[in-house]
């Protein structure tokens, strides 16, 4: 094996939802293999804080208005990077939300808003690139699955049910475009330090003690402890990796958990 397979040096990278949070450390590790940066968010106002972000970190990124469930502005923006960047080999499905109300009082307007940012969202920029990919002979998708993606828990019901579709999606991408020598894979990282899960981790809250004693190392995740898996999952080296989840919980799924004292 060449070390330089892990280099993304030529290749065009976007991440959705990447003004910070996740997406943005997944795009500053592609970067750091190579990468040209391509990123959205729903507002100008986070795309900007997300410019400054790159530029601090001495990324030259681009960043895009574009909301991910409007198919119409995703085609547009394919289309914009295609032109600014001259092609695009990396899609990463990082956007999305989480609303936390037990079913029972959830709107059928909630779920459906859930599902679109996490489930649809990824389908139409996933659709959106694929003839690129398949015309260009290559490509990467990469979706940012979750915990959910395999358990539920109280009051999670559409994000449970869309990181499930997720995972699923992953795998029908992979099985239906692999003979394009396009990958499709996730990631599915445990519970990690980002403003979405800022509510859970406020001090005394029991959630806090729970992920504690749920997690092998004993600690909530960063967004760094993503960077390593999502560069070999968006190089060369995982090239006969398709279809798979890779988790990054450190060992939240394979534990049972600590016994109370
Ligand atoms: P976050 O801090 O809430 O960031 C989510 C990002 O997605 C924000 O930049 C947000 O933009 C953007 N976004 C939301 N809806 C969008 C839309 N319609 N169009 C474009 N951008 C949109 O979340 P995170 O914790 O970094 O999570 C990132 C991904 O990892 C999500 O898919 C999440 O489900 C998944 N995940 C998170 C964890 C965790 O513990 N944090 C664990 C497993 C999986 P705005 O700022 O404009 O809202
Ligand atoms: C929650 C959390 C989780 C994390 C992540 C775990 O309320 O349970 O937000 O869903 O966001 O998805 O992998």
Redesign the pocket.
Known sequence: MNMKDFSLEGKVAWI????????MAIAKALAGAGAKIAF????QE?VDKGLEGYKEAGIDAKGYV????NEEQVTELVGKIKADFGGLDILVN?????KRIPMHEMTAEEFRQVID??LN?PFICAKAVLPTMMEQGHGKIIN????MSELGRETVSA?AAA?GGLKMLTRNIASEYGMYNIQCKGI?????E????APLRTPGHPFNEFILAKTPANRW?K?EDLQGPAVFLASDASNFVNGHVLYVDGGILAYIGKQPK
Request: charge should be negative; glycine fraction near 16%; charged fraction near 10%.
């Open positions: 959705t939802g990447a003004s910070y949070g996740i997406g959205n968010d729903i507002k986070f574009c909301d991910v469930t990082n956007a999305g939300i989480i940012v996490d969202a940012i699955c979750s915990m994000y990181k599915g990282p445990g519970y990690i980002t403003p979405q899960t995740g967004p």
